[in-house]
């Protein structure tokens, strides 16, 4: 058959596509191209994804507003043709069309929280009207005098929203008598059990004044890099070397994700960054944009048999990853993860509060989140649903005396609003730093305990193992054994940082009791006692609650923890190795929001101010029985 006559049937079938033929036309229109000289065959593809547009994403706009359900099972129809078309592209060396087409449209995208797609840096007008489609992005000056946890931009805009406004403002959640069912009911909700919080990595001492090399063995979330990159200054012109290693394929991939956004994006990245970390749900423009940039990697790097290491030049920054074909394969699930929105989603301090547990996105209370409509698919499964806990908090991972010192027009009591700028303002020190200084990224997908072997080679001034120390995990003498060869022995200063949070702290019963019975005291107001039984029971757990939680914070546990560390045999364990445990810490303190200074690191932690008793106790839901532990080169 002539050229022509295949050039022709193309043609002619191309015509007959539409949403109602089969998923085989479609992929009868690639046979057809297959044998197509190069010049006739990229202009002809040009014309089937033409058509492809045409016919699913004139659709998918139209049903987005009205027929949510349509619209999944449309949109995943679309991602099976596109995924099993892959082979075909990548065979003909199609990929550079696809790249050209949409490159030249997502450049021109905004990708903010904003609902005109800017990026939020201020706390806007909470007044939108959903049917009318308004919404007004000036700035909030005038906050509501009722609830105090929304703006306005003036009196009209405030009298407008004020029919919508009104549920949240006069709602019962909002009066100082409410209390949750949990407190009636005499139980601990699954989503307030204590968690354990990823307290950031102190910054890089000045006395280094040579190349860096750090190694985070297990990562998990990003904070610790984040904020001890954040700690360098902009002025060092050393060389800067950063493992990142977490056998989780999810973690790992979503971790590569964030950190090539902020790479390619700069600070047009953040607000998606801070959506793809903690929010249920994306903008459209984030989620297109996002895979985007993901299926030219996919196009590029993804092999489903081979293990390949690549690199990511952007200037100075370089990324190099060491995956595995299941953990990119991780990554082309996730880009196609059929989940829906539903599933992804399944007082003034508690307004805001019970406003991201409703929703799961990370915005200031009062910002238009409707246009968050896209699941995201990084931290959902299509078989589990989240792959977060129920008990997962943002909080949680970040210092919250530092994040309530936040400003930008929040309040003081929206801690989630003051955290999504906390965290803007984090990962804008973070771009400055990867845009001017010399950083290079290895990312690992490994055991931790395997990895050592892989990069035998490498030594590293500082290596933190998070929890792995634990007996539940790696334990204290493997870990000490198989990462003691990576230290820099050339620098005094070299630390392996370890974090135990499974010890279990045996407080003596008659110890704890006296502490309990003392706080609850103190804390029982006896001109003001409960009138009735259940208010009197109320109070009682309240009490109780708060006083288990000051006795795990305010009792020394240095005591007990040096009794469990000689019990693991952990100083014999390091001295055989050539390893000394620091009996004054110098790089994190030793508890959770302990002191640093020589005199006071082993003494029980004290917090006269109750906002920051609040904030630690309940909000944060820290269990307080962290310990840190320090070990350098024996001299």
């Known amino acids: 058959m002539s050229y022509t006559n295949q050039v022709k049937e193309f043609s002619q079938l191309l015509d007959e596509l539409s949403v109602t033929s089969e998923n ?38 139209e049903m987005q507003d009205y027929d949510e359900t349509k619209y999944q099972m449309l949109e995943s129809r679309m991602n099976t043709i596109i995924e099993l078309s892959f082979p075909f592209i990548k065979k003909h060396q199609l990929d550079h069309i696809l790249k050209r087409r949409s490159s030249s449209y997502f450049d021109t995208i905004e990708i903010g929280s904003g609902f005109d797609g800017k990026q939020l840096t201020q706390v806007t007008c909470a007044n939108t009207c959903v049917p009318n489609q308004f919404v007004c992005n000036n700035i909030g000056k005038n906050l509501c005098s009722n609830c105090r946890v929304v703006f306005y931009c003036s009196k009209d ?32 909700p699954e989503f307030i059990q204590p968690t354990i919080a990823s307290i950031p990595m102190y910054a890089i001492p000045l006395y280094y004044k040579d190349p860096i090399n750090l190694l985070f063995a297990a990562s998990g979330d990003p904070n610790d890099v984040i904020a001890t990159v954040n700690g360098i200054p902009l002025d060092f012109n050393q060389e800067i070397n950063i493992f990142i290693n977490d056998f989780a394929e999810r973690v790992t991939i979503r971790n590569f994700v964030m950190l090539y956004l902020l790479a390619k994006l700069g600070k047009n990245a953040i607000d998606a960054v801070i959506h793809i970390w903690y929010s249920s749900a994306l903008t459209n423009e984030q989620w297109h944009r996002t895979t985007d940039l993901l299926a030219n990697i996919l196009y ?24 595995k074909p299941q953990t990119w394969k991780c990554l082309f699930e996730m880009v196609l993860c059929p989940i829906d929105l539903q599933t992804a989603i399944d007082m003034r301090e508690r307004i805001c509060y019970d406003y991201f547990r409703h929703n799961g996105i990370l915005l200031p209370y009062g910002v238009p989140n409707l ?118 022995n050339n ?29 609850i005291m103190k804390r029982l107001d006896i001109n003001n006692s409960p009138s009735t039984l259940q208010e009197t029971l109320d109070k009682i ?36 190795i050539g390893l000394y445990r620091r009996k004054i810490h110098k790089i994190v303190p030793k508890r959770i929001y302990g002191s640093m200074k020589k005199d006071e690191q082993d003494k029980a932690l004290s917090f006269e101010d109750e906002r920051v008793e609040h904030l630690l106790y309940e909000v944060g839901f820290h269990t307080f029985k962290e310990h840190y532990v320090e070990w350098e080169i024996a001299t």
């Not at 690639?30 to 033409?50: C, N, Q």
Request: charged share 25%.
């Open 24 to 61: 085989e036309k479609f992929y009868e229109c690639f046979e057809r191209l297959g044998p197509l000289p190069r010049d006739i065959k990229d202009a002809k593809f040009e014309e089937y994804l033409d058509k492809f547009n045409q016919i699913f994403g004139s659709l998918l706009s």
């Open 157 to 188: 805009c405030q009298k407008m929203h004020w029919k919508f406004h009104k549920k949240i403002c006069k709602s019962d959640i909002a009066s100082k008598d409410w209390k949750p069912d949990y407190i009636h009911e005499l139980r601990i």
């Open 300 to 323: 590029d790097k993804f092999d489903p048999h081979t293990k390949k290491d690549y690199i990511f030049e952007f200037d100075k920054l370089k990324i190099y990853t060491h995956f």
């Open 371 to 488: 246009h968050h409509n896209t699941p995201n698919k990084f931290i959902l499964d299509p078989v589990h649903g989240w792959t977060t806990t129920d008990c997962s908090d943002p909080l949680s991972g970040w210092d919250l005396l530092k994040v309530v010192q936040v400003e930008n027009g929040t309040t003081k009591d929206d801690l989630y609003r003051k955290l999504f700028f906390y965290l803007r303002n984090q990962l804008e020190l973070f771009i400055d730093r990867l845009q001017n200084l010399n950083i290079n990224f290895d990312l690992y997908d490994e055991d931790a305990l395997e990895l050592c072997q892989k990069i035998k080679k490498n030594q590293f001034d500082r290596i933190y193992v998070s929890n792995i120390c634990d007996e539940i995990y790696c334990g204290i003498k493997p870990v000490l054994t198989k990462l003691y060869p990576l230290l820099n």
């Open 491 to 519: 620098n005094p200063h070299t630390t392996l940082i370890a974090l135990f949070m499974n010890w279990l702290p045996s407080i003596p019963s008659s110890a704890a009791i006296e502490s309990i019975n003392n706080t």
């Open 541 to 576: 757990v309240t009490l109780t609650t708060k006083a288990d939680l000051e006795v795990n914070a305010l009792y020394d546990h240095t005591h007990q923890f040096k009794i469990y560390m000689e019990k693991m045999n952990a100083n014999t364990i390091a001295k055989k």
